[in-house]
Nanobody
Framework: VQLVESGGGLVQPGGSLRLSCAAS????????MGWARQFPGKGLEWVSG???????YYVDSVKGRFTISRDNAKNTVYLQMNSLKPEDTAAYYC????????????????WGQGTQVTVSS
């Protein structure tokens, strides 16, 4: 299993970024996929998830600002982040979850190396 994130960077408050995660090594279309983030000195927290049927989950703090999507033909999951705030600054990780677990309590199975998002003026 390989998950490779891209698209992070430095952006001003109110700006946008789109994260991408290229997946390989498993049947992507059959897996629920998610994005988690880690603040300095803290554990991972789920940001968003998308089930294999396309149903989505968002943590309250990003609802209305972030959009998760997937392209099964490209084995890629995306996270469009709009109206970014300084408190969104974190390392963002793409992840698969254990079958049968559901957000917000989904259990991580595999995750990528992460991509840093910094929101600052």
């Amino acid at each position: 299993v390989q998950l490779v994130e891209s698209g992070g960077g430095l952006v001003q408050p109110g700006g946008s970024l789109r994260l991408s995660c290229a997946a390989s090594g498993f049947t992507f279309s059959s897996y629920d996929m998610g994005w988690a983030r880690q603040f300095p000195g803290k554990g991972l927290e789920w940001v968003s998830g998308i089930y294999d049927d396309g149903t989505t989950y968002y943590v309250d703090s990003v609802k209305g600002r972030f959009t998760i999507s997937r392209d099964n033909a490209k084995n890629t999951v995306y996270l469009q982040m709009n109206s970014l705030k300084p408190e969104d600054t974190a390392a963002y990780y793409c992840a698969t979850v254990l079958h049968g677990t559901r957000w917000p309590n989904a259990k991580l199975r595999y995750w990528g190396q992460g991509t840093q998002v910094t929101v600052s003026s």
